[in-house]
């Protein structure tokens, strides 16, 4: 596998089937950064690619070559020093025991002595110029033999020499970068283990971030508890929340039910205690810009998910826009998904899954599909997934590790492509892969 690295963002190329580019998008860098892993078709302006990956490897073996030879030269370079003071010096010692002729004192033998024991090192560095003379003769042989081995590559390629293919490399992953930049969308395959960022409130509730907000905006909501709360606060950043500081209050006029609310574009949106009516909250302005009835949806515990809590009606946000869970009595207890004008409140279009809303722990929307949890309790999985685009369904087998053993909010963030969490008085987030599918054109 070869990794490709683009600012934040981290590309994993393996070799793979014919039919189309696949990537796997997820936010699992230890930095938090967006890494995909994409898998590129077999095509015939890369069937050299053995061969190239043979040449990168010769290029290498030159490069250590050339190390080898720079480690010879510095090492050559002292020894030879060393050698020519150690030269003078028995040049020194020989005009002296000629001077001395056959007599030589007690205080002049011991100079002599002291200075023989100054040569004692020249045995090593004679030893090492044997070993270097060795590694030469080596090294000469593996140029030689690389020269060969490149000589045949370039034979075999042809035209398509080493720079040519390096800059059809280079193409490739231009292509994969505008393609990746045109990616929102993709099929869950994978839950990260869970990211506790705090502990804090009651067994029951619901925070989040704003899914339409800058970068720059990173306030977290939050909510206690699951019916007749009204106090919602508002922390400046991730950080303030996970201290517990610098934030507002705001005060509903209206007291919301269940944990299933969601921030969207400046505004809260929630269903009203005792009634099937969702309210729109602004923020900024401290009103309530819109509030409707959702027709025939049931509340006050008649349909809530398998926790309870006042669980009827779930509201989220994912890539395409404003949904909400539900169910009704003409759908028999099903989940029912529909599509909310997010300015009126409307209903805009609506599926029935035929999934239970009682048998599901939870629920969250990912690129217009609903994916629907089996239980909230410990062992839960990613089990059903309704594709509002094509009217259909298809149980799944996505395990993530509810590490609390009692979610009561399960919620998608398609701005940080995380899933926000409040698991038995804990907030805690999952990162999530996607699978995508190109089509060799490089249209989505």
Known sequence: PRKLRDGGESFTLFQSPEEGWQLYTSAQAPDGKCVCTAVIP???????????????????KVQNVSQSMEVLELRTYRDLQYVRSMETLMRSLDARLRAAGGSVSAKSFQE???RMAELLPLSSVLEQYK?????IVRLREDVRN?????????????????????QRVLALEARLHACAQKLGCGKLTGVSNPITIRAMGSRFGSWMTDTMAPSADSRVWYMDGYYK???????????????????????LPQPWAGTGHVVYNGSLFYNKYQSNVVVKYHFRSRSVLVQRSLPGAGY??????SWGGFSDMDFMVDESGLWAVYTTNQNAGNIVVSRLDPHTLEVM????????????GEAF???????????HLAGAKVYFAYFTNTSSYEYTDVPFHNQYSHISMLDYNPRERALYTWNNGHQVLYNVTLFHVISTSGDP
Request: net charge positive; charged share 25%.
């Open 300 to 305: 006050n515990n008649t349909f809530p998910y």
């Open 131 to 135: 070993t270097d003379t060795r590694t």
């Open 112 to 114: 002599l002595k002291d």
């Open 349 to 360: 279009r609506s599926w029935d899954t035929g999934y239970p809303k009682r048998s599901a």
């Open 146 to 166: 690389l020269s060969g081995s490149l000589a045949a590559i370039q034979e075999e390629m042809g035209a398509y020499g080493y720079e040519d293919l390096q």
């Open 42 to 60: 077999a095509q015939s302006t890369c069937s050299r690619d053995g061969r190239s990956r043979e040449l990168r490897q010769l290029m290498e």
């Open 365 to 375: 929307m990912i690129c217009g599909v609903l994916y629907v949890t089996n239980s």
């Open 229 to 251: 709360g009204r106090r919602v606060l508002e922390f400046r950043t991730l950080g303030d929340f996970i201290k517990g500081q610098n934030f507002i209050q705001h005060l």
